[in-house]
């Protein structure tokens, strides 16, 4: 699977940004793979930032992102996006788009996108 995001950008403190990762190359349905973002800070590790199991599964998402950030699938298009509101200067990181084989695959695989950089700063 490769996956490209986009939509990283220099933002102030509040304000908003869109991430788009699309993905090609799959093996199964783009569905039923399970698509996540995850972001890594300089000296931080990678963390989870929110998870979309499949179209008709709830998202996930990490405590410090609940309530502004939200995660969705396009089917037709094959990407998933990322609609960060309210964003903190914490917010800053690289971010990147994983794609997860689905679950009644025997040996799971996850690929990673090349990330996309947020800084959130005024």
């Known amino acids: 699977v490769q996956l490209v995001e986009s939509g990283g950008g220099l933002v102030q403190p509040g304000g908003s940004l869109r991430l788009s990762c699309v993905a090609s190359?799959?093996?199964?349905?783009?569905?039923?793979?399970?698509m996540s973002w995850y972001r890594q800070a300089p000296g931080q590790e990678r963390e989870l930032v929110a998870t979309?199991?499949?179209?008709?599964?709830?998202?996930n998402y990490a405590d410090s992102v609940k309530g502004r950030f939200t995660i969705s699938r396009d089917r037709a298009k094959n990407t998933v996006y990322l609609q960060m509101n309210s964003l903190k200067p914490e917010d800053t990181a690289v971010y990147y788009c994983s794609a997860k084989t689905p679950p009644f695959v025997r040996v799971q695989t996850v690929d990673w996108g090349q990330g996309t950089q947020v800084t959130v700063s005024s």
């Open positions: 190359g799959f093996t199964f349905d783009f569905a039923s793979y399970v």
């Open positions: 979309i199991p499949s179209v008709a599964s709830n998202a």
